[in-house]
């Protein structure tokens, strides 16, 4: 009760205390007289706003007034006027309280109802009134809480009397009754009369606060907040119980009620203000926007059960799915595309988000599967739903493969239209949001429907089932998936090909109704997209880009543009042709876009006066190529980059604030649609290019500066640069912006989504990697700490993106590095990382520092597995490569306390030592553990690869520095360790076959050098031929075979050369190139050979108790290959020659008889290897001294038999030229003839051999044959191989002097020209010592032999027939075959193939006629194969082989 001037009782009393002596004689008369004057004045309703707080007041003076306590006080005046009154203490209490409340809420400053009290009501110092304390509410609520305590308060009557007030109560006075725990929500809602009007005072109270909470200050928004969630929580509480709880409960039924029906009432509040987000009334999003807060997850902690929880969100959200389903599905179809994740409400997404939470992405889906099976939904609100799922749950895509593979198993086992539609509005929607996502549409329907074993597959009623539901789409169908549909389409039995040919009709009606032309479509046009069809003109120029790919892979016209050119000529003339031929300036070299056009001409697909007008464009192109260039770029609106540079900014934000990665997959989506608005596409743009159709990179020519050109889809022309440029920026700011509060492995997803979303953009892949070849290849060494960082740790993002990227193909100008093979991203960048000079090696050892410290501190987390599924090995292997190479600490073995870690924050500091740093990471015990994975250790064979790579002139080590590296790694490492390990188990064989192998597969390879010109690596490496070397030698120190052993020591190099010839998969290519692999091959084998001791060609073995020459692995090797490679094609080349003599005359030493070993070795060459002794016998003048000199230093003595033997043959040849002594015939003749030859060759014009060959005895047939033989076949070399200094002229009128002396001596000769197997036996051993390309040549050099074929050959050789007749048939199949005919360097129509050919023709026309019977009988085998060659010459022979019977009754029929 309060006095004058708004004095509390109790302040009176102390006033009065002050200035007078009391009257009363004692404490007990004073109370008696206050009570007396209380009752005649007392006010209980303004009495219970007279207690404050709990503490005590004081008087002036300090002193307490004894004995009063005013709870007491007001406890017993209650219960005097409650015994006057004839009530309960508790009842009043309570009626004296509600009328307090009554008051406050109507003493309210709003004229609204505000659902907040203003600061009077609550208690605060109130503005209007300084000096004064308000303190209504808040001393009301005290008083209260005093008498629950004394039990003088009855919380029934209290909230009965609180519904029948005139106005409902303040949403804030409840609160305050619920948080003060005088009366909670739930028992006053308990107590309402009627539910429903409950429920409108709650639901209009809380809309008002919600929409109130927009426009107050900072503290009331959280007491707006605390309210709502105290609420929350009680209608969770109470609207979600468990059964159990809920029948021990039953007088809360109501509250349960009421509690649904508020959530229920304001959900649909919601979901209206997202029907009007549109209609940009912001103030309603707003309110809405905070009534989402009540879904928060953390809001209710460990207050309610889970499983109420999750009850309530999954009832949410299938009120939400079900909310309002007024849409049709044909609705559904046509709108669907305004519906993707971008498009959608914010506050929707809001709404899905915040109710996903409570559940995993397979629960989640469940839910949508059991809402889709049970209820009538809203479809704009499920397929939003979907797109939130896909785009925010990187687990959601397999899900929803599985979900659409079970709605298409019921579909077609219950021919069920509502499941089917559910599957292909599923499958478009979730295709909406990009590939980076969710597959592209094309290819789900595919998958679905392309193969046999689809659903549709198993009977004709599922076909009918598809091909009718397909056909009631249509109707409502965009043009783009009927594109699908249409290109392509469900395979389908040939016996059912009508049913779909119905569908593709009316699908194509449909699209000439939409005024899409079916003859527009484009060649190779991937028709996934849910948007307009992509215009004519872009379409055909990537049709152009996808033929010019096919035509420089295969060199043929694609099947495509043919069948265009015929059967959709409309398309191809007014689209394909002008994009094909649009001006340039045309490079001096012709490129793939030049031959394709000429192919193009030549098989009359271009119109000569097109063709010309093209021409003449490009003319006038090249004198303004400055001017028309800078027009013919598209220009782009800055509008859409800036917009883009402005969301990443944004997406920047959310990364570093921990709080907000929630919001980055949103965001990522918002950045993608910009991106995709800044490339100018369409969201069909990014599914153009299949996912299996490779990404084509075309590298810089060396020197270069410009960036390599990418070979993106034609929409992308300069604008990709400056894009692709603003991503890495923004990726590697957004690096920084998280490093410089969070390690990597605190950072969130977002740089993984950001990559990932990038990705997704197929057209943007050339470009991207394009610019990483440059970064990596031309600006690496100048690039700083903090940009080898961004770069590093976008490249291990790219890797673990991998399966979004197709192969890469990288091409080097206008052709093609590897055709048909391309790299996985994770190969593509590490094979840009190539070590070969001081400054890529120090850029590389950053970079993959970098690399491997973002790797292993970002991945941390990850199970043993999926980490070791992140790494790329090439990035390990790499480290493993350089970190022992230039730090020698790495080399040793690693103790314990040496493992230390690497800090993250220390490899962005420019001043750091990176070989520092990298050995830091080398000795983490992390990675030592990584590299006893298998997939990661760097074998022997990878080591040396590396190795060879690098130029020893501008290596950052020395070459003493190399040597022992190259050492350790052998000696050290790879030597002794395992082959799991990829070692070498301690085998010397396998450490030199693992180093052939290498150095023959490093120059064999075509590979694309980036530093220089990319070219074919012909040269061997002689550091590591000398490690090879230093191998082989220590091998040969190996124990010998004992005695008696008869087996001979398997020679492994032989074995491992030939086995590289034999064990060649063919590859996809051409004769001809397989060929000069061959010999390429064949070339390095010899070289490396020559780089090997001598001793190596031979072995010893033991036959009884002798120690013998074992030369047969060099000789099988010799007549196989070997020879093949000779330009002289019966001798070896000079070197190799020298080097197995004098290997055979080092490994004699091992014999107990040194001359006997030689003239046995000698001998056996004779019949196994003849073309050794044939080389012997071209090069003795160069090898005699040799020979003679090793010999003599090794032995000491006489020249072994076999060895004086040769010398003497020499000797011989030259006498019997120089001074017309006789000239022994020895045996075996082809070897004296080929000592001869080679004297003529050294010593004697021509001129006089013709005088020499008339001196020969009348035993010098077979010489003569071979002379003529080793003639013949330099005539064939001087062809082939011009510059060995054979003239061909010469080699032609020597061969016709031979051929003239032997027809003189009557010498039957033509059998020299059969094969091998079917020579004479004296004529098999020339044969089998030509290399096989001058023997299939023989027929030139027949052929070249006719102007001294006499006539009388043809009588006295009944075999010179046949063998004329072959050769013409070996001639014509090598010109058939392409086998290119070697012509004259100095006059190419001098000898020109189709002349030798047709003067062989004419000859044996000619010929035959002359030719006896047996002649023409020897011909039978080869009419079959000659009638297919040459038909008329084939007649001419059947005519002239007849029996003369024959031909008489033929001439007595004609006469009738």
């Not at 979303?757 to 892949?765: D, E, F, I, P």
């Not at 690693?894 to 420019?910: G, M, Q, T």
Request: net charge neutral.
């Amino acid at each position: 009760m309060a006095g004058a001037g708004g004095r509390s009782w109790r302040d009176l009393l102390a006033g009065r205390a002050r200035k007078r002596r009391s009257p009363f004689g004692s404490a007990a008369e004073l109370q008696g007289a206050a009570l007396r004057l209380l009752d005649q004045h007392q006010n209980l309703a303004e009495l219970l706003l007279e207690v404050g707080d709990s503490a005590k007041p004081g008087v002036q003076d300090g002193a307490e007034p004894r004995g009063v306590s005013p709870e007491s006080f007001i406890v017993s005046v209650l219960q005097e006027q409650a015994s006057k009154l004839g009530v309960p203490t508790a009842t009043l209490a309570a009626k004296n309280a509600l009328a307090n409340v009554e008051r406050i809420c109507q003493d309210s400053a709003s004229p609204s109802r505000a659902p907040l009290l203003n600061s009077d009501q609550r208690g605060i110092i109130s503005a209007s009134f300084p000096g004064r304390c308000q303190k209504r509410l808040t001393c009301l609520l005290q008083t209260v809480k005093d008498l629950l305590a004394n039990n003088m308060f009855c919380r029934s009557l209290f909230c009965q009397e609180m519904w029948k007030m005139k106005e409902p109560p303040v949403l804030e006075a409840v609160w305050h009754l619920h948080r003060g725990d005088i009366v909670g929500l739930a028992e006053l809602l308990d107590r309402s009369p009627a539910g429903p009007a409950a429920v409108e005072w709650l639901c209009s109270s809380l809309c008002g606060l919600c929409e109130q909470a927009g426009d107050i200050s900072c503290g009331d928004t959280e007491l707006a907040q605390g309210i709502l969630s105290d609420f929350a929580i009680v209608f969770l509480q109470h609207g979600f119980e468990q059964a159990v709880e809920l029948g021990r409960k039953v007088e809360f039924q109501k509250v349960a009620y009421i509690c649904r029906a508020v959530l229920q009432r304001m959900l649909a509040w919601v979901l209206d203000a997202v029907g009007k987000e549109k209609q940009e009334d912001v103030s309603m999003v707003q309110a809405a926007r905070f009534w989402l807060n009540v879904f928060n997850v953390s809001l209710y902690g460990s207050v309610a059960p889970l499983d109420s929880l999750r009850q309530f969100f999954r009832h949410t959200l299938t009120e939400v799915l079900t909310y309002n389903p007024v849409l049709k599905v044909s609705d559904a179809i046509q709108m669907q595309k305004e519906w993707s994740f971008t498009r959608t409400s914010p506050l929707l997404t809001a709404l899905y988000r915040k109710l996903l939470v409570a559940f995993s992405v397979k629960e989640s889906i469940c839910q949508l599967q059991q809402v889709l099976e049970s209820h009538e939904v809203n479809w704009q609100h499920v397929l939003s739903c979907v797109s939130t799922l896909v785009v925010c749950q990187a687990e959601a895509e397999q899900l929803f493969k599985d979900l659409l593979s079970h709605l298409l198993l019921k579909a077609f086992g219950n021919y069920d239209m509502e499941n089917m539609i559910t599957a292909f509005l599923i499958a478009r929607q979730a295709a909406l949001e990009g590939p980076a996502v969710f597959m592209p549409y094309s290819e789900w329907f595919k998958a679905s429907f392309g193969s046999a074993g689809g659903h549709h597959g198993s009977s004709k009623k599922s076909l009918v089932f598809l091909l009718e539901f397909l056909s009631e789409l249509v109707p409502f169908e965009a043009a783009p998936y009927l594109k699908v549909h249409i290109m392509f389409p469900p395979l389908v039995p040939s016996k059912h090909r009508s049913l779909l040919l119905e569908y593709i009709t009316l699908a194509k009606t449909r699209l000439a109704d939409l005024k899409v032309a079916i003859e527009d479509m484009g060649l190779y046009e991937d028709l996934s997209a849910p948007e307009e069809a992509v215009q004519p003109q872009a379409q055909a120029l990537r049709d152009v880009e996808k033929a010019l790919q096919i035509f420089e892979n295969t060199r043929k016209i694609p099947t495509s543009v043919i069948e265009a050119s015929i059967f959709r000529r409309p398309y191809y003339t007014s689209w394909f042709l002008p994009a094909l031929l649009r001006p340039r300036v045309l490079p001096k070299t012709p490129d793939g876009r030049m031959a394709f056009i000429d192919s193009l001409k030549r098989a009359d697909k271009i119109p000569s006066n097109l063709y010309s007008t093209y021409l003449q464009a490009c003319h006038a192109m090249k004198e303004k190529v400055l001017q028309d260039d800078s027009k013919a770029e598209p220009s782009h609106s800055k509008e859409p980059l800036e917009q883009l540079k402005a969301e990443l900014a944004v997406l920047r934000t959310l990364a570093v604030q921990q709080a907000q990665w929630e919001e980055v997959a949103a965001q990522l989506a918002v950045v993608s649609d910009r991106l995709r608005r800044v490339l100018g596409d369409s969201s069909e743009d990014n599914e153009a290019a299949p996912s299996s159709s490779p990404v084509r990179v075309a590298l810089p020519a060396p020197g270069l500066a410009a960036c390599p050109q990418s070979v993106p889809a034609p929409g992308l022309a300069a604008c990709p640069q400056s894009v692709v440029d603003l991503l890495l920026t923004s990726f590697c700011q957004t690096l920084l912006a998280a490093s410089s509060f969070n390690p990597p492995d605190r950072q969130g997803p977002c740089l993984s989504l950001l990559v990932k979303m990038m990705c997704g953009h197929r057209n943007l892949l050339p470009a991207l990697l394009g610019r990483l070849c440059q970064l990596i290849c031309h600006q690496g060494p100048s690039l700083g700490a903090a940009h080898i960082l961004g770069l590093a740790a976008f490249v291990v993002h790219l890797s673990e993106c991998r399966a979004l990227i197709p192969g890469v193909e990288a091409t080097s100008g206008a052709s093609q590095a590897a055709p048909g093979k391309a790299l996985s991203v994770s190969e593509y960048w590490s094979s840009l990382l190539v070590c070969r000079t001081e400054e890529s090696f120090a850029f590389c050892l950053r970079f993959c520092t970098a690399a491997a410290a973002y790797l292993m501190c970002k991945f941390s987390s990850c199970s043993r597995e999926d980490f070791c599924a992140l790494v790329p090995p090439g990035l390990i292997k790499k480290l493993q490569y350089l970190v022992p190479r230039l730090s020698l600490e790495a080399r040793g073995v690693l103790c314990e306390e040496a493992k230390s870690a690497l800090s993250w924050s220390s490899l962005s500091c420019p001043s750091l030592n990176y070989r520092r740093a990298s050995l830091c990471l080398w000795r983490q015990a992390g990675f030592q553990e990584l590299l006893k994975e298998k997939a990661f250790q760097l074998s022997f064979r990878e080591w040396l690869l590396l190795e060879l790579e690098v130029c020893p002139e501008k290596d950052i080590l020395s070459a003493s520095e190399r040597q022992d590296f190259h050492h350790w790694a052998i000696y050290q490492r790879y030597l002794p360790a395992p082959s799991a390990a990829g070692g070498c188990d301690g085998d010397l064989e396998k450490a030199c076959a693992v180093i052939l192998n290498a150095i023959l597969d490093s120059s064999q390879s075509f590979r694309l050098d980036l530093g220089a010109c990319a070219q074919s690596k012909t040269s061997l490496s002689p550091e590591m031929l000398c490690r090879l070397q230093e191998l082989v030698l220590e091998l040969k120190c190996r124990p010998k075979l004992l005695p008696g052993c008869s087996a001979a020591q398997r020679h492994f190099l032989f074995e491992l050369l030939q086995g590289r010839l034999t064990g060649r998969d063919p590859e996809h290519g051409s004769a001809l190139g397989e060929q000069l692999w061959r010999q390429q091959e064949l070339l390095l084998h010899r070289r490396i050979l020559l780089g090997l001791p001598a001793s190596t060609l031979v072995t010893t073995c033991w036959k009884g108790n002798k120690a013998v020459l074992d030369c047969d692995s060099f000789f099988c090797f010799v007549n196989s290959e070997l020879k093949n490679v000779s330009s002289r094609g019966y001798a070896l080349s000079y070197g190799i020659t020298a080097h197995f003599f004098r290997g055979l005359l080092s490994a004699s030493l091992d014999c107990e008889d040194a001359a006997e070993g030689v003239n046995q070795a000698l001998a056996t060459c004779q019949t196994k290897c003849p073309v050794v002794l044939l080389s012997a016998a071209l090069w003795w003048p160069r090898l005699e001294a040799a020979l003679c000199s090793q010999w003599k230093r090794l032995f000491g003595a006489p020249l072994a038999e076999e060895l004086a033997r040769l010398r003497g043959w020499h000797s011989s040849a030259s006498r019997f030229l120089c001074s017309g002594a006789a000239f022994p015939v020895s045996d075996p003749p082809w070897l004296s003839a080929a000592f001869l030859h080679g004297a003529i060759l050294q010593q004697s014009p021509r001129g006089r051999g013709t005088e020499a060959l008339e001196r020969l005895g009348t035993d010098a047939e077979q010489l003569l044959v071979a002379l003529l033989f080793f003639s013949l076949l330099d005539l064939i070399s001087a062809r082939i191989a011009p510059k060995e200094g054979v003239d061909f002229q010469t080699s032609l009128e020597w061969s016709l002097q031979i051929l003239q002396c032997l027809q003189g001596r009557g010498t039957s000769w033509p059998l020299l020209f059969h094969s091998a197997e079917g020579a004479p036996g004296r004529f098999r051993v020339l044969r089998s010592a030509a290399s096989q390309r001058h023997t299939r040549l023989l027929p030139l050099a027949f052929y070249s032999l006719t102007p001294s074929f006499q006539q009388e050959l043809l009588q006295q050789e009944p075999t010179f027939l046949s063998v004329a007749l072959q050769m013409y048939i070996q001639l014509l199949q090598l010109f058939v075959e392409g086998e290119v005919l070697p012509q004259s360097d100095r006059d190419p129509t001098e000898h020109d193939p189709l002349e030798l050919i047709s003067a062989a023709r004419q000859f044996l026309l000619g010929a035959i006629p002359h030719c006896p019977a047996q002649s023409l009988g020897n011909i039978q085998p080869l009419l079959s194969t000659c009638e297919e060659l040459d038909p008329e010459l084939a007649a001419t022979l059947l005519h002239f082989s007849r029996p003369a019977v024959d031909v008489e009754l033929e001439e007595e029929l004609e006469l009738f």
